[in-house]
């Protein structure tokens, strides 16, 4: 599919490489979550925004970590290295507008408890900060 040749192929993190291609026919309001900050911290704006988003509200961190299958930590399978981190302090609403190109399917298995599964459904924006009219509309500290 398109998203194989895109970089650190987001396709794998869709359950068995599946997703769905669709555009936009308004403007959409999506939720991710993430590091604090992106409204209320000058400086950490970019906080806001990420690729990965879900069409509701997370309720919880550990739901976000085991149905979005989230890692606090990222390590390489084959170096081991720490390659990155996924705070979650906060839940964005972002104006996706219409038009945008979204990839939206299962969310894959990322090992351990981060499940994912056929019942939790993810978007993948490729990055939504270049897009024209894309717009963190609010910020919620999440538990």
């Given at each position: 599919g398109p998203l194989a040749e895109v970089r650190g192929n987001p396709a794998s993190n869709f359950l068995?490489?599946?997703?769905?291609?669709?555009?936009?026919?308004?403007?959409t309001t999506l939720y991710r979550s993430g590091k604090k900050g992106g409204l209320t911290i000058p400086g950490e704006e970019q906080n806001a925004l990420g690729q990965w988003f879900t069409r509701e509200?997370?309720?919880?961190?550990?739901?976000?970590?085991?149905?979005?299958?989230v890692k606090a930590q990222w390590i390489d399978p084959k170096t081991g290295v720490?390659?990155?981190?996924?705070?979650?302090?906060?839940?964005?609403?972002?104006?996706?507008?219409?038009?945008?190109?979204?990839?939206?399917?299962?969310?894959?298995?990322?090992?351990?408890?981060?499940?994912?599964?056929?019942?939790?459904?993810?978007?993948?924006?490729?990055e939504p900060w270049k897009i024209n009219g894309v717009e963190p509309l609010s910020e919620t500290p999440i538990k």
């Open positions: 068995a490489g599946k997703y769905n291609v669709k555009i936009f026919d308004e403007d509200p997370a309720e919880s961190v550990a739901k976000v970590r085991i149905d979005s299958a720490l390659t990155g981190t996924s705070p979650i302090e906060s839940t964005y609403a972002i104006k996706i507008p219409k038009g945008t190109t979204i990839y939206e399917g299962p969310v894959g298995y990322q090992g351990g408890h981060y499940l994912g599964g056929e019942n939790c459904n993810q978007i993948f924006i490729s």
